[in-house]
């Protein structure tokens, strides 16, 4: 794990286009969050498991190693784990934990599998493979990253819900931002509950493009380390509304590519933000 810390240099980033102008703001190190642990994460050495025990974030200069040789091991799942934990460069701070992921794993690949069949025989449209979350089971995959904390103290105004239902004779059989150039790698918040932030964000580029005919992303990290000041937890989770409340105090976001994303909660170090301004004529 490694805190976000200064980022090199405070010069404010040049705007990408008239739409977009610098600013400065910052919010200070105590108002951004606290460090926070990231999850474990394994890696193959040779023929065998090697499991860590510090984190990066606290070195240690004699680290306790648990190595299991399954050499022996007559269970096909062996080397498919092997496999994935090297492609996926994972790492565990006990044997136990490797344990439970590799069970976790051999199940997921046993559905996977399953599916795949289906697929083949034609009772299926897409095929699966093991990515990153392969490791988890389900109940902790939906647990960590299926969630959305919602204030069951606001309403939906009713003048905005006569708007959805009078647009809704309106709605186009098919709408794919693809066609439209919106092309973007996939996100991933890894261990870190920021979701709400990712959400934002993308919320933002795709305006962004809209108005300026090209995709700028925008930063994440960002919007998890300082959103605190208006009650987000960092990678604890947030809220959309938190989140949008603390852009329009700071006045702007950064580009992704200047405050990149790091799994983690640190202080925002960089000056310079890109205010996103409406054209007169919308």
């Given at each position: 794990?490694?805190?976000?810390?200064?980022?090199?240099?405070?010069?404010?980033?040049?705007?990408?286009?008239?739409?977009?102008?610098?600013?400065?703001?910052?919010?200070?190190?105590?108002?951004?969050?606290?460090?926070?642990?990231?999850?474990?994460?394994?890696?193959?050495?040779?023929?065998?498991?090697?499991?860590?025990?510090?984190?990066?974030?606290?070195?240690?200069?004699?680290?306790?190693?648990?190595?299991?040789?399954?050499?022996?091991?007559?269970?096909?799942?062996?080397?498919?784990?092997?496999?994935?934990?090297?492609?996926?460069?994972?790492?565990?701070?006990?044997?136990?934990?490797?344990?439970?992921?590799?069970?976790?794993?051999?199940?997921?690949?046993?559905?996977?599998?399953?599916?795949?069949?289906?697929?083949?025989?034609?009772?299926?449209?897409?095929?699966?493979?093991?990515?990153?979350?392969?490791?988890?089971?389900?109940?902790?995959?939906?647990?960590?990253?299926?969630?959305?904390?919602?204030?069951?103290?606001?309403?939906?105004?009713?003048?905005i819900a006569d708007e959805l239902v009078a647009m809704a004779g309106d709605i186009p059989e098919e709408l794919d931002w693809r066609d439209?150039?919106?092309?973007?790698?996939?996100?991933?918040?890894?261990?870190?509950?920021?979701?709400?932030?990712?959400?934002?964000?993308?919320?933002?580029?795709?305006?962004?493009?809209?108005?300026?005919?090209?995709?700028?992303?925008?930063?994440?990290?960002?919007?998890?380390?300082?959103?605190?000041?208006?009650?987000?937890?960092?990678?604890?989770?947030?809220?959309?509304?938190?989140?949008?409340?603390?852009?329009?105090?700071?006045?702007?976001?950064?580009?992704?590519?200047?405050?990149?994303?790091?799994?983690?909660?640190?202080?925002?170090?960089?000056?310079?933000?890109?205010?996103?301004?409406?054209?007169?004529?919308?």
């Open positions: 794990t490694t805190n976000q810390g200064d980022i090199p240099g405070k010069t404010a980033p040049q705007p990408v286009d008239p739409a977009l102008s610098p600013t400065a703001k910052r919010c200070s190190g105590a108002s951004c969050g606290a460090m926070v642990s990231l999850s474990q994460e394994l890696e193959t050495v040779g023929s065998e498991w090697s499991f860590v025990g510090p984190s990066r974030q606290q070195p240690d200069s004699s680290p306790t190693v648990a190595k299991v040789n399954n050499a022996t091991s007559a269970d096909s799942g062996d080397s498919r784990f092997r496999s994935y934990m090297q492609s996926h460069h994972k790492r565990y701070y006990a044997k136990y934990r490797a344990d439970r992921r590799r069970t976790a794993f051999v199940h997921n690949l046993e559905e996977i599998n399953e599916h795949n069949q289906q697929f083949k025989a034609g009772k299926s449209r897409f095929r699966l493979a093991p990515n990153a979350f392969a490791d988890m089971p389900n109940s902790e995959y939906r647990k960590r990253l299926v969630r959305l904390k919602t204030d069951t103290h606001r309403k939906v105004r009713q003048t439209k150039g919106f092309k973007t790698e996939v996100a991933n918040q890894k261990s870190c509950g920021s979701c709400y932030a990712f959400s934002v964000g993308y919320a933002i580029a795709a305006q962004l493009m809209k108005h300026i005919g090209r995709i700028e992303l925008v930063s994440e990290q960002q919007m998890v380390d300082c959103s605190t000041t208006e009650g987000n937890l960092g990678c604890g989770g947030g809220s959309l509304r938190n989140t949008l409340k603390y852009l329009e105090q700071a006045g702007g976001v950064m580009r992704q590519v200047d405050y990149p994303y790091t799994n983690s909660v640190g202080n925002w170090g960089g000056e310079g933000l890109l205010v996103v301004k409406t054209p007169p004529s919308v």
